[in-house]
């Protein structure tokens, strides 16, 4: 590619608000614009990182045996409905409607699309297991978009999604996968841990690991052994500290909350009528059932299957199940899974979970008809924030499996695979007939890549003070090419040559033809960042040229033969 011509326009400074060094030296090189908060356009420097990307990463799925497909980003609210997810998304999703008020969601990520898919197309064993992938924009609503493509709205993935008859085959593909995506990153160049993870709101029964990019900037915490192989995310992290138990505000906080009083709430739009602001998943409540029967009311957001898994812990009590319909209008008078805030009768605990409340408008349950509170700080007046990591880890502890002690890192999350077991195939219908002629529910796993976030976290690993370093597996070009003066004849053709011949080979280099001084084109080949850099000068008379790899401080004076077996 010639430069002169090329949309790569490269910045002296980064626009004050890029905090990550990624974003910072992306927008600088001419990777990336923003258009809004969290969404970017990929300029061609961008564009042809990304391609390398996905061809590592399709690469790795075909051979763990994946097929491509692509889905769409819209997708009806219908389908979202039968999984149960339209209503615990929450925020995040970003929701439309079509012009005959038809309600759609874009997709965040694709299980029930794919669910329904193979539902209507699979209905024997014999056509399983499959595993179905796509590279595709997806679209998150994030309440923090930040760090550039680290946490985007509109970002790229990679999500692949299996489909098995036992659990037998969802280990072994699960295992398959988790080889791929050890692979994938490797091939990347990448510094990185698989630890063990929550579910959040994918949810699913089986296990699930996340894989960590190691850097500071990364918003989660690795907690690894220095002695075996265990490591977790924080989140998850097995340790011993005890629960905080409080149902009550501070009192001394009190007289700031506010009741509200919301008689006859029972739909998410009512109750945002009523509070102002974007319910819909924020405040759900759920009805437990101990195991003598008892039923236990908690105000959550997300998944039912982990906030089970807090109560369970919290109230330190083993056997729970989901209330039915009946139970729970019993206890609270609103059906189950309603979503706002619903009366409680004395005695009933409620819990809120903290991040569904780290809102500045917070609102929380209380046990009393037809009221609840609003302008509540979690942590202060509701010392709840234990509930979220209630497994709290220090470092430095001893090892739960082992006698090592603790370490912790900073990770920036580029992939995630779970076990997803019968969550999306049962309530979609995923069903086939096994050998016998019965019945039986598929049985899934799922498994994304943030690709566009793994590009930033490349570069927040291979950068250095003059700009990119990328490892040539993912290098927008393999050589820089750069005549000391795009006036001189000599210096033209053969920098023009060495162009042709490397384009033969299909090496891709990128020719600097612009015309502009030497210290701008070598300013701008570093803050670029291709592994070798080739500059035509004053020997370019007796066909000799600059050798200099990106990494290396030192120069050296080689053939044109030499130059291009190196870079080969
Ligand atoms: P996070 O914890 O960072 O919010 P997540 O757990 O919600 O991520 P998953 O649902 O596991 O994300 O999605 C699969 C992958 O998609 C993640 O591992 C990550 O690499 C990527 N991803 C998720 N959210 C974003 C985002 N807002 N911007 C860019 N990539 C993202
Ligand atoms: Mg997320
Ligand atoms: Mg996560
Ligand atoms: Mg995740």
Redesign the pocket.
Known sequence: MRQQFMLLPTLREAPAEAEAVSHRLMIRGGYIRQVAA?IYTYLPLGRRVLRKLERIVREEMERAGAQELLMPAMQPAELWRQSGRYSEYGPELVRLKDRHDREFALGP?HEEVVTALVAGEINSYRKLPVTLYQIQTKF?D?RR?RFG?????E?L?KDAYSFDTDWTGVDLTYRSMYEAYSRIFTACDLRFRAVEADA?T?GGEGGTH?FMALADIG??TVVSCTHCGYAANLEKAEGRAEPVRQDEPAPENRARMEKLHTPGIHTIEQLEQALGVPASGLIKTLIFLTADGTPIAVAVRGDHEVNELKVKHYLNCGELQLADAETTLRVTGAPVGFVGPVGLPDGLMLLTDHRAAALSDAIAGANEAEYHLRHVQPGADFPLERIGDFRNVTEGESCPRCEGSLVFHRGI????IFKLGAKYSESMGARFLDADGREQTMLMGCY???I???LSAVAEQHHDDSGLVWPAAIAPFQAHLIPVSNKRDDQMKLAEAMYERLSGQRIEALLDDRDERLGVKLNDADLIGCPIRIVIGKDAANGLVEYKERTAAETRLVTVDEAIELIA
Request: charge should be negative; hydrophobic fraction near 30%; charged fraction near 35%.
């Open positions: 969290g990520t998150r994030e978009p493509l680290l946490r985007g709205r970002f993935m959040g994918i996340e918003e989660d999350e580029v992939g995630q994304g890549i943030g566009s976030r793994l």
